[in-house]
């Protein structure tokens, strides 16, 4: 297929936050024109990771299935107001969606306004973060660190990254460490397991050190009124669709052929080879112009996700059959800076995890769970239970967190970080139970043991498998993850969570955003400046409390 239109024409690859923000990117900053904005988006569901919706059939089984309804989250997003600057400046500019017709004036109000107003008004404290094997609520801001702790702290934070290279979080802390409340409540807050990217942990605690002294309350965190998708995604899906973008499903990018730019050294993207499902589709390509630009995201944390029900149990898949690695590792046989994909995905059992959501009918659980920890929903943040064989955690979230969610109906996320390992009621590994043996265990490690037969009944359990859903903390080297603007690339650049933002950290909506924005504006020529990466310890205040904290 050949564009007729002498205006440059924008192929997006994958319609992720990223892909999506570069599309509204391009239209509010660099005066492109929706029509000539093209999202390619494999799946049939924009957002990428960023999602909340009805369970797949998969998902429940049997009579439930005919009876009820399920909803799920694969994962759950931690917002963040003084980290996440490009991400507020994007949402700026979105009109979210009204709660109520009957209320006009909230027509006026942007994504970023309604998500801090919300905030303001259910405020994030959690009181019972950590939970020990006798069910008690533990002093989570007594962090433990001892004189070592701290010097092995300051070591890391340093060591260059280029001194650091591929080394494991495990090789620069001794013991002591891993066994402090604080690394209990750091590594489940943002899911870094011990054999992660030093690397990583670095820029984590340099990009993070405001949230120091707040880590035992999660007060720093910024949550939507719904999960993100309601939130977020569908008013920017809106948005776009106004703006006459041309978002296509269902059209997986499989190749993008390169050739000489017009610099020397220079590099274009020429055509995209494509894969089209549903009626009429088949193979195709899309030539660009001389004008024509590629934004490609690479990788996927999301890639080849499976769901489970009550009864059944998500398989794992490990030969990616997802497109979004495959198209990555043809890519980097293009040329050696296109990074290694292998890098990420490469060790599945690295980087795996299990997530849950509860869809329940009762609300004994949820009364049951306000009275123990004393958070109403949305206030509590994540609750981890330290001795758990699986490492579980869970979120209560405000209620109702999925917009269409049936009145006197209730949800709950959680998700497990030793998968493989044994539970301590249901003896076997999280990876091989069924929805209703997750269940089981939750309810015994909060010990409201008198309230399972009325949970098991009244609960549709939806479990997800991720293979690569901590794959972007890998141990890694630099060149593993490629420039967002490669160096001569005069019309692409790549997008999503495997490519280097120096400073940065992945695992982020901010991210995403950040890599969408510096894409848009270094090819378009944008004038506007990018927002500064914030950088906490420059603040002394912000450096005082950190370290005040350190000696809790």
Not at 148 to 170: K, N, P, V, W
Not at 320 to 329: H, I, K, V
Not at 407 to 424: K, N, Q
Request: aromatic residues 10%; contains cysteine; glycine residues 10%.
């Amino acid at each position: 297929m050949h564009t007729t239109s002498k205006e440059p024409q924008l192929w997006i690859v994958g319609g992720g936050i990223a892909g999506m923000a570069v599309a509204a990117f391009a239209i509010r900053d660099a005066g492109v024109r929706g029509e000539n904005v093209h999202i390619l988006e494999e799946s049939g569901l924009g957002g990428g990771a960023l999602d909340g919706a009805r369970a797949p059939a998969s998902g429940v089984t049997g009579a439930a299935r005919a009876a009820r309804d399920a909803w799920v989250t694969r994962g759950g997003r931690m917002l963040e107001e003084e980290a996440y600057q490009c991400t507020w400046d994007l949402f700026a500019s979105i009109p979210a969606i009204p709660v109520s017709p009957s209320h006009p004036q909230e027509a006026a109000r942007s994504v970023r306004d309604e998500i801090l107003e919300f905030n303001a008004e259910v405020k994030t404290d959690a009181h019972a973060r950590l939970i020990d094997a006798g069910h008690a609520i533990l002093d989570a801001s007594a962090y433990g660190f001892d004189a070592r702790d701290r010097r092995e702290m300051l070591r890391l934070l340093t060591t260059s990254e280029a001194r650091l290279g591929a080394r494991r979080i495990d090789e620069l802390f001794g013991p002591h460490f891993f066994a402090t409340r604080f690394w209990q409540m750091w590594r489940t807050t943002f899911a870094f397991q011990n054999w992660h990217s030093a690397v990583e942990l670095r820029r984590y605690f340099l990009r993070f050190i405001q949230e120091f002294e707040r880590i035992h309350t999660l007060s720093g965190v910024r949550r939507t009124v719904y999960n993100q998708y309601d939130s977020m995604v569908v008013p920017l899906q809106r948005w776009l669709v106004e703006q006459r973008v041309d978002v296509r499903f269902g059209a997986r990018v499989v190749d993008v052929e390169l050739a000489h730019g017009h610099a020397l050294g220079g590099r274009r993207v020429t055509r995209l080879s494509l894969e089209t499902a549903g009626p009429g589709g088949g193979p195709s390509t899309i030539e660009l112009g001389p004008d024509d630009f590629a934004f490609v995201t690479i990788g996927s944390i999301t890639a080849d996700t499976t769901y489970g029900g009550n009864d059944t149990v998500p398989p794992l898949v490990r030969d990616r059959r997802d497109g979004a690695w495959s198209l990555w590792e043809k890519l980097a046989r293009k040329a050696p800076d296109f990074g290694k994909p292998i890098t990420f995905c490469g060790n599945v059992d690295e980087h795996k995890w299990e997530s849950f959501t509860l869809t329940m009918r009762s609300d004994a659980l949820l009364k049951r769970l306000v009275a123990y920890s004393g958070n109403t929903p949305g206030t509590g943040a994540l609750m981890t239970f330290v001795e758990s064989g699986w490492l579980m955690s869970i979120v209560v979230p405000h209620q109702p967190h999925f917009r269409d969610l049936p009145e006197g109906t209730f949800t709950l996320w959680g998700y497990g970080l030793f998968i493989d390992a044994d539970g301590d009621h249901v003896k076997k590994p999280m990876s091989t139970c069924t929805g209703r043996e997750i269940l089981t265990e939750l309810v015994h490690q909060l010990g409201f043991d008198d309230l399972l037969e009325e949970v098991l009944a009244t609960t549709d359990v939806t479990t997800v498998m991720i293979p690569y859903a901590s794959a972007l903390f890998a141990r890694r080297l630099p060149g593993d993850r490629p420039k967002v603007v490669p160096d001569g690339a005069e019309n692409f650049a790549f997008l999503g969570q495997f490519t280097e933002l120096p400073g940065d950290v992945v695992f982020t909506v901010e991210y995403s955003v950040h890599g969408a924005m510096e894409a848009v504006y270094r090819l378009l020529g944008v004038e506007r400046a990018i927002p500064p990466i914030y950088q906490g310890l420059r603040d002394p205040s912000v450096a005082w409390k950190a370290l005040r904290a350190s000696f809790r």
